[in-house]
């Protein structure tokens, strides 16, 4: 009896011993895996504060690096109601040309590394277009002569806001201040596509800070291996009412 006695004890000691090891080894386990997830965690975070966003200036430059570099011959026009403007948009490098027709009218926008400028070409050669003549609309339309010249990439002023998604596309959302009134736009906001650093989005704002202009690409195409623009949406906004009084689409076709 005293024999059965104690090999049960001992069956009892045992299976003690292992619940025991069980037990602190589930703790064990438990430990080393929260331990690694907040190591993890910790790790994360580190990775995100050591990589800062870009600068304004750095995204900035890249855009006009981008935009100076491209080699296109395109059809396009733009489209309000029923007013339809054909033209032609040749770019080689930093020269952009617009012929639009009926009537007959060629503009040129020389990108530089400071600055852009718009020419009217005329047989006669080219002269720049006034700043009056780029707050003018282009016949009738809500855009504006200087709304093709990219004259925002090349306010001194801009801070980067944070990150923003535009028709699922990742974008760096900019603020930009104009340096002087002969601007229409007082600052604009930019969204620019972190992966290919096209433009996607511009908000322009007048000088008692309402919105009045929006630019938005609603379609892209393929050409020859590469992306280019094939519809923004252009939306004149009544200021400080959202309310959109008039909408046009830059359309371009191969």
């Given amino acids: ?31 080393i ?54 033209f032609r948009l040749v770019q080689n490098g930093p020269l952009i040309r617009y012929t639009f027709t009926n009537p007959d009218e060629t503009l040129q926008l020389r990108l530089g590394e400071n600055s852009s400028r718009l020419e009217l070409v005329s047989d006669a050669g080219t002269e720049k277009v006034s700043a009056s003549k780029l707050q003018e609309k282009i ?13 925002f990439l090349y306010w001194p002023t801009a801070r980067v806001l944070g990150e ?38 511009m908000e322009g704002y007048d000088w008692n800070a309402q919105l009045i202009k929006r630019f938005e690409v609603v379609s892209a195409q393929k050409i020859e291996g590469r992306w280019f623009l094939k519809q923004m949406r252009v939306e004149q906004l009544q200021p400080g009412t959202n309310h959109v009084e008039a909408r046009a689409y830059l359309e371009i076709k191969r």
């Fill in 1 to 31: 009896m005293r024999n059965v006695e104690t090999s049960s004890n001992a069956q009892m000691t045992e299976m003690r011993s292992k619940v025991c090891h069980s037990s602190f080894g589930f703790r064990h386990y438990v430990l």
């Fill in 33 to 86: 895996r929260h331990s690694t997830f907040v190591i993890c965690v910790a790790l994360a975070a580190l990775s995100v504060f050591a990589e800062p966003p870009p600068s304004a200036k750095d995204i900035l430059d890249s855009v006009r690096m981008i935009e100076s570099r491209q080699q296109i011959d395109l059809q396009g026009q733009l489209r309000q109601d029923d007013v339809v403007i054909p």
């Fill in 139 to 151: 016949r009738g339309t809500i855009v504006m002569y200087g709304d093709l010249a990219f004259k």
């Fill in 164 to 201: 923003e998604n535009v028709r699922t596309r990742k974008c760096w959302k900019l603020q930009l201040r104009a340096p002087s009134r002969e601007s229409s736009y007082s600052n604009v906001l930019l969204w620019v596509d972190k992966a290919s650093g096209a433009l996607m989005r």
